[in-house]
């Protein structure tokens, strides 16, 4: 079956870290370029960060630029997300994500069902 | 940052009725507009790519158009399972963005 699975999420102190895990299964993970997107309750989807096929090309959305950190691991079929310095706005959902592209025009058409991060004081 | 603009931001419409939402980018992005659904507690779902191909699998009452800066997703024909929250995306830029999302409600 093709799926994301993420992992890794929970409560956490202001300040802390967590590190989020996304495991691939049933499509070649190795050659797509994956992606985080978060959900704060109630709010809308915003992107946080993408990586390359190979994991040598990053690109993180302001907010989280110097706080997060993507990774990859093909042999593992795995992404992570490394969060370091958490604020009580980074409390969301966070969903990773597969693009696909037809014609070049790109699009997020696998997504995992989430994993919930609640910073608190 | 290329802001994507929504309206309405929710809408009350009945089962059978013609919907249409609206997405406005601040700058030219060309056909680089992606249509999503999302329901409560689910991942969201690609609808439209490329501002008017339809995702595979996705019902035809579905319909995207526009280019340039202004764009819009049509039901055709609204039914019970379409209430959601739909979003739009730019992939025009490397930060991509959403559009703050249009709530589809049961008048």
């Known amino acids: 079956e093709v799926q994301l699975v993420e992992s890794g999420g929970g409560l956490v102190q202001t300040g802390g870290s967590l590190r989020l895990s996304c495991a691939a299964s049933?499509?070649?993970?190795?050659?797509?370029?994956m992606h985080w997107v978060r959900q704060a309750p109630g709010k809308g989807l915003v992107w946080v960060s993408r990586?390359?096929?190979?994991?040598?090309?990053?690109t993180y959305a302001d907010s989280v630029q110097g706080r997060f950190t993507i990774s990859r691991d093909n042999a593992k079929n795995t992404l992570y997300l490394q969060m370091n310095s958490l604020r009580a706005d980074d409390t969301a959902m966070y969903f990773c994500?597969?693009?696909?592209?037809?014609?070049?025009?790109?699009?997020?058409?696998?997504w995992g069902r989430g994993t919930l991060i609640t910073v608190s004081s | 940052d290329i802001q994507m603009t929504q309206s309405p931001s929710s809408l009350s419409a009945s089962v059978g009725d013609r919907v249409s939402i609206t997405c406005r980018a601040s700058?030219?992005?060309?056909?680089?507009l992606n249509w999503y659904q999302q329901k409560p507690g689910k991942a969201p779902k690609l609808l439209i790519y490329?501002?008017?191909s339809l995702q595979s699998g996705v019902p035809s009452r579905f319909s995207g158009s526009g280019s340039g800066t202004d764009f819009t997703l049509t039901i055709s024909s609204l039914q019970p399972e379409d209430f959601a929250t739909y979003y739009c995306?730019?992939?025009?830029?490397?930060?991509?963005?959403f559009g703050q999302g249009t709530q589809v409600e049961i008048k």
């Open positions: 995306q730019q992939s025009y830029s490397i930060i991509r963005t």
């Open positions: 700058q030219n992005i060309n056909s680089y």
């Open positions: 490329a501002a008017s």
């Open positions: 049933g499509f070649t993970f190795s050659t797509n370029w």
């Open positions: 990586i390359s096929s190979d994991g040598t090309t990053t």
């Open positions: 994500a597969t693009t696909s592209h037809a014609s070049g025009y790109w699009y997020f058409d696998l």
